[in-house]
Nanobody, 124 residues
Framework: QVQLVESGGGLVQAGDSLRLSCAASGRTFSNYGMGWFRQVPGKEREFVAAINWSGGSTRYADSVKGRFTISRDHDKNAVYLQMRSLKPEDTAVYYC?????????????????WGQGTQVTVSS
């Protein structure tokens, strides 16, 4: 019911900022919980941030709390991940995901729709 396309990744230096965008299509998008995950080759996909249907509730991984901000814009059918003070360990492919649950969840199993991913590389 929802299709997702990420964009905004790139190569930056430590301390820089990036804003990732997730363009969503589907009439049920406004009721979906949304999340961002990241994955390094050879490792498991890990939770980064999540936001509930209204945008009033968010959750973050401890490793990004205080540096990353997840938000959504219903008028534009988009979800964003503002990343600040980037570190080399933030380097990964970042994926946008949608869950039919309306709450902000951290488990990848609750997300049924995934984007193709966008590469973020942070040099030291």
């Amino acid at each position: 019911q929802v299709q997702l396309v990420e964009s905004g990744g790139g190569l930056v230096q430590a301390g820089d900022s990036l804003r990732l965008s997730c363009a969503a299509s589907g009439r049920t998008f406004s009721n979906y919980g949304m999340g961002w995950f990241r994955q390094v080759p050879g490792k498991e996909r890990e939770f980064v941030a999540a936001i509930n249907w209204s945008g009033g509730s968010t959750r973050y991984a401890d490793s990004v709390k205080g540096r990353f901000t997840i938000s959504r814009d219903h008028d534009k059918n988009a979800v964003y991940l503002q990343m600040r003070s980037l570190k080399p360990e933030d380097t990964a492919v970042y994926y946008c995901a949608a869950s039919k649950l309306s709450i902000a969840t951290t488990s990848s199993y609750t997300f049924g729709s995934w984007g193709q991913g966008t590469q973020v590389t942070v040099s030291s």
